[in-house]
Nanobody, 125 residues
Framework: QVQLVESGGGSVQAGGSLSISCSAS????????MGWFRQAPGKEREVVTS???????SYARSVRGRFTISKDNAKNTLFLHMDSLKFEDTAVYYC???????????????????WGQGTQVTVSS
């Protein structure tokens, strides 16, 4: 069974930090392009960050310098560490896999073919 399961969401005050993780199982390998997306109420799902097979990363301008994506290939687990959180970071965060690519990961939701169920991150101002 192919699965992406996020964990670690929660509530934090503005300026605080939070880490979330995504465990992959089945045919999904963390070595493929992996990404974190988020969706706030009333807004479209947007890319937050991605990481390719070589470990190269890409970040949305709104989170650059505050968020860090990483992965543990041996544990087939993806991580997102978030610092200096802002109220506008409040959203459901989704882990996604683009198993058709190992490099040049896309930045659009339609390019990712496997998704986790999402985890809520709430930042209070």
């Amino acid at each position: 069974q192919v699965q992406l399961v996020e964990s670690g969401g929660g509530s934090v005050q503005a300026g605080g930090s939070l880490s979330i993780s995504c465990s992959a199982s089945g045919v999904i390998s963390i070595n493929a392009c992996m990404g974190w997306f988020r969706q706030a109420p009333g807004k479209e799902r947007e890319v937050v960050t991605s990481i390719d097979a070589g470990g190269s990363t890409s970040y949305a301008r709104s989170v650059r310098g505050r968020f860090t994506i990483s992965k543990d290939n041996a544990k087939n687990t993806l991580f997102l560490h978030m610092d200096s959180l802002k109220f506008e970071d409040t959203a459901v965060y989704y882990c996604a896999a683009n198993t058709g690519r190992w490099y040049d990961c896309g930045g659009h939701a339609y390019e990712y073919n496997y998704w986790g169920q999402g985890t809520q991150v709430t930042v209070s101002s």
